[in-house]
């Protein structure tokens, strides 16, 4: 008589391979299913799968932070105002110095920001669900203070370019952008010592601790991760819409945590994996796009965001159990 127990049984059914490829069934599922539905409103048009590519491109690079920030434990609240803040600073620098100071008011903006919330989180004690819920509304506070609400166009031809609205033959630059922050995020994930303490923090903290983990550095350098992507983002939205916003990555924190827990990161922290995150920003995107061209009101499209944060916490949950 074979004995089969409770912890071996969803091995022996298959469960674990297919909850551990969930995403890429995922992805595969609903884009035969648009395909099928919305084919004769051109969604397998190249134009519209390059530019599904181009709108997710700048999630899919705060996604992939966003792995390191909750395999670590924590949590970023912030990372879509602070987007928007860093295209401001950057449009309103350019202004005044030229695309190099622009380029720098951006990076600065990243790290300033993801050091203030390190700084609160790891030092003071406040967790950053707080901290960066508060930094949400001082961010865009900031943005929509300094700009006057008023959008900050960029004049230059060749940072527009670089930054979001050029194209290299057929491919938009964003997907490069994408592709080299995956890769980096990606290797350092899997095969640095960085990656393994950040694994190892959000696996069992007071383990990695004991173990000499400097756990409130790791945290301290991954919130600051985060935020350098936030602004990296906002760099790409400003130079693809030629302008400096505050609304610009207003909600995207949302599509982001949803992201990189649809890829396969636990928000309970201690698992982690760049290249799922990545795809869980591809179906995103493609499920907003279906979305548009099913001709859903805006409305409807928040309600359906909703739904697949609900979705990705409860898978989240269910990989935990298994």
Known sequence: MVNITAASLPSRLGLTNWRQNIIYIGFVGIFMFFSITL????????????????????????????????????????????????????????????????????????????????VISTRIGIPTFLTTLAMMGIAKGTSMWISGTKAVPILSDGY?????????????????????????????????????????????????RYSGVNTRNIKFKVLVISSLAAAAAGMLYAGRFQTGRFQLGEGDELSVIAAAVLGGTSLFGGKGTVVGSIMGALMIGLINNGLILAGLEFSQQLIARGAIIILAVAISQNRKTF
Not at 196 to 203: E, K, P
């Open 39 to 118: 084919g004769h409103k051109g969604f397998l048009d190249i134009n519209n799968l390059l530019n599904i590519v181009r709108q997710t491109a700048p999630i899919a690079i705060m996604a992939v932070a966003m792995t390191y920030v909750l395999a670590a434990g924590e949590i970023d609240l912030s990372i879509g105002a602070v987007a928007g803040l860093a295209s401001v600073t950057t449009a309103m620098s350019m202004d005044i110095g030229g695309v190099p100071l622009g380029i720098f008011a951006g990076v600065v903006t990243g790290i300033a920001v993801g050091a203030i919330n390190g």
């Open 160 to 208: 527009n370019w670089f930054f979001g609205g050029g194209y290299i033959g057929p491919l938009p630059v964003l997907l490069f952008w994408m592709l080299i922050v995956a890769t980096v995020g990606h290797i350092v994930l899997r095969k640095t010592t960085f990656g393994r303490w950040v694994l190892a923090t959000g696996g069992s903290e007071t383990a990695a």
